[in-house]
């Protein structure tokens, strides 16, 4: 089963080459939007800034709906803003 559910959280092998690996997962995942978090984000988002993997790890963080933290050097709203953007994109296409 933990083979199962790797396949489908890395097929591509992207977090080898994540610099995140290498910092304490709880920076990424900092408590709110105001005050002290908003140290906590930027901290995290310049881990990702010069990443690797950052384009593969947004990419998994859309594909999977991650409500909560920094994923590839965006925070929760602007993954949401991303998803909003791609989906009017998908009804113009369609709508064409």
Not at 38 to 51: G, N
Not at 74 to 81: K, L, Q, V
């Amino acid at each position: 089963m933990e083979s199962i559910r790797w396949a489908v959280w890395d097929v591509e092998r992207w977090r080898q080459h994540a610099a995140c690996r290498e910092v304490d997962p709880e920076v990424f995942f900092p408590v709110g939007v105001t005050g002290a978090a908003v140290a906590a984000i930027a901290a995290a988002k310049a881990v990702c800034e010069e990443c690797a993997a950052r384009a593969a790890c947004l990419e998994f963080a859309l594909g999977t709906n991650q409500e909560y933290g920094i994923w590839g050097g965006t925070s929760e709203e602007e993954r949401r803003d991303i998803r909003r953007a791609r989906r009017a994109a998908r009804r113009l296409r369609h709508a064409s």
